[in-house]
């Protein structure tokens, strides 16, 4: 059987690592910071990928998880996604382990 490409993953890596590298925090929180600060609040796939999708379809000071980063990057901005686009996107980093990718696209 075929390995399919994991739609989430090339999502992610296509729009979300420009400014999340995966384990180094550039211009935005790295993804692996991002994923343990959701995943200590939210134990369950279910509920952090609903907080995730329906905050990065609109980011808000009021409910920003990560107000440290906030102050620190600015809030980020909104993208043009679909709900269910981010849906499949948050469920990829769920269950990934970001510790390990490699920082392949810094300039
Ligand atoms: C233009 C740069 C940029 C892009 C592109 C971007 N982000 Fe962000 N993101 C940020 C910055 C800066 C922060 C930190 C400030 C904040 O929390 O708003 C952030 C924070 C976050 C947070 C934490 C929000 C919180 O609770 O504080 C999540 C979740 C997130 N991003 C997910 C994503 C996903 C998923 C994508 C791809 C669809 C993405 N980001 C694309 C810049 C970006």
């Known amino acids: 059987m075929l390995v399919q490409a994991d739609e989430g993953e090339l ?11 995966p384990n180094k925090s550039v211009s935005a929180p790295s ?14 796939k279910k509920d952090f990928v609903y907080y995730m999708s329906t905050w990065v379809l609109h980011p808000s ?3 920003a998880m990560m107000s440290d980063a906030v102050k620190k990057y600015k809030l980020m901005p ?12 948050a469920s990829y ?4 382990d970001f510790s390990k990718s490699k920082n392949t696209t810094l300039p």
Do not use: P, S, W
Request: glycine fraction near 2%; hydrophobic fraction near 30%; aromatic fraction near 14%.
């Open 93 to 96: 980093i769920y269950k990934t």
């Open 31 to 44: 993804m692996q910071k991002v994923r343990e600060t959701y995943k200590t609040a939210f134990k369950d």
């Open 78 to 89: 909104q993208l043009a996604y679909e709900k269910e686009v981010l849906e499949e996107i």
């Open 61 to 63: 000071h009021d409910t």
């Open 11 to 21: 999502l992610f890596q296509g729009n979300c690592v420009t400014c999340h590298y």
